[in-house]
Nanobody, 124 residues
Framework: QVQLVESGGGLVQPGGSLRLSCAAS????????MGWYRQAPGKERELVAL???????NYQDSVKGRFTVSRDKDKNTVYLQMNSLKPEDTAVYYC??????????????????WGQGTLVTVSS
């Protein structure tokens, strides 16, 4: 089984910081894209930060300069360091990855994966 497991959400005051982690587990051959999306109540899911297959890192404009995405390739893990948090950052944050992996047989198969989501609440 190939899956993403997230951790690190919670309640933080405006101006505070949180760090999210996401580990991809299973027989992963390679990771194409990996990063973070979020969904606020009543809104559509949106990109936060993503390592792309071209080698670039894309950020949503509203988080540039405040959020930093990083990764540990050896551990198949991606992190999201969130600083200067604002109430409008309140959302469920989802880890996302596109991977090539073996599941139950010799073939290496493409998978699009989502984590279970972790709630980040920014409030005083």
């Amino acid at each position: 089984q190939v899956q993403l497991v997230e951790s690190g959400g919670g309640l933080v005051q405006p101006g505070g910081s949180l760090r999210l982690s996401c580990a991809a587990s299973g027989s992963i051959f390679s990771i194409v894209d990996m990063g973070w999306y979020r969904q606020a109540p009543g809104k559509e899911r949106e990109l936060v930060a993503l390592f792309t297959r071209s080698g670039n890192t894309n950020y949503q404009d509203s988080v540039k300069g405040r959020f930093t995405v990083s990764r540990d390739k050896d551990k198949n893990t991606v992190y999201l360091q969130m600083n200067s948090l604002k109430p409008e950052d309140t959302a469920v944050y989802y880890c996302y990855a596109e991977v090539w992996a073996q599941v139950g047989g010799p073939e290496i198969v493409y998978h699009e994966l989502w984590g279970q989501g972790t709630l980040v609440t920014v409030s005083s």
